[in-house]
C-alpha cells in the first residue's frame, strides 16, 4: 500500500523531509540478540514517511520488507504526495542517483549531505539536479559539513526524527500483524491518528 495521507493543506509548496525506521513484527528481545546474535526468526519492517517541514504531518508514507534501501522508496513517496513540492531534506542514504532523478523530474531541489567519499561528477548523471550535490561536495571540502549545514538549512532533517520518536512513543516499536498487506494498512491507520493528533494541537493555539 503506497500511499498518501490526508495531512492538513497549506499554501504554496512543501518543504518534504524523508526518513525510515525499523519495525519488528516477531523474534528475540534485545538482548538476546546483543549476546547471541540475529537468528533467522527475527523479522523487520521498515517505515518510510515523508513529512511537511512546516506542520510536521506525515504526507507519504510506505512499510517495505527490511531489504528495500530508503532511496529506492523515494520516487513512490513524491508519486504519492499531494501538492507541489519546493524541497526535500533527507540523510546520506538518500544521496543516490535514483533519488536525485526523481527530484529533478518533478523541479524538487535536493538537499543532501554528499556521502564521505563522494567525488564530483558529470551533472547529468544525476539529472538536472545534480549541480545541488556538485555544489555540496565543493562545499564540504572547502568549508566543512557544517558550513552546508547552515547554508541549505539542513537542521530541519531533525523534523522527521521527531517524528518517528512520535510514532514509536505512542504506537511502540511492533507491528502486531504478521502478513505484509495488513502491516501496511497498520501503520497508515497510525500515521493518520498522528497527523489528526498534530492537527488538533495546532487548533489549540488558534
Not at 20 to 27: D, E, T
Not at 85 to 94: E, M, N, Q, S, V
Amino acid at each position: 500500500m503506497n500511499a498518501s495521507l490526508k495531512a492538513r493543506n497549506k499554501r504554496g509548496p512543501l518543504n518534504v523531509v524523508v526518513d525510515s525506521a525499523g519495525l519488528k513484527v516477531y523474534g528475540e528481545g534485545e538482548w538476546k540478540v546483543k549476546k547471541h546474535g540475529i537468528s533467522k526468526r527475527r523479522t523487520w519492517r521498515k517505515l518510510h514517511v515523508m513529512i511537511d517541514a512546516e506542520t510536521q504531518q506525515v504526507v507519504a508514507a510506505e512499510t517495505a520488507s527490511n531489504n528495500v534501501d530508503d532511496a529506492s522508496v523515494v520516487p513512490d513517496l513524491l508519486s504519492h504526495c499531494d501538492g507541489r513540492i519546493k524541497t526535500l531534506r533527507g540523510d546520506g542514504a538518500y544521496d543516490k542517483r535514483k533519488v536525485y532523478k526523481a527530484t529533478s523530474e518533478r523541479g524538487i531541489q535536493p538537499i543532501i549531505p554528499p556521502r564521505k567519499n563522494a567525488r564530483l561528477d558529470h551533472v547529468g548523471a544525476w539529472g538536472t539536479n545534480g549541480c545541488y550535490r556538485n555544489d555540496a561536495v565543493v562545499t564540504t571540502r572547502l568549508s566543512g559539513s557544517d558550513a552546508w549545514k547552515e547554508k541549505v538549512q539542513y537542521h530541519q532533517r531533525s523534523l522527521v526524527e521527531t517524528t518517528m520518536f512520535r510514532i514509536k512513543k505512542l504506537f511502540g516499536d511492533r507491528l502486531k500483524n504478521r502478513i505484509m498487506e495488513n502491516q501496511k494498512v497498520e501503520t497508515m491507520v497510525k500515521l493518520k491518528a498522528l497527523n489528526m493528533f498534530a492537527l488538533l494541537a495546532t487548533m489549540r493555539f488558534l
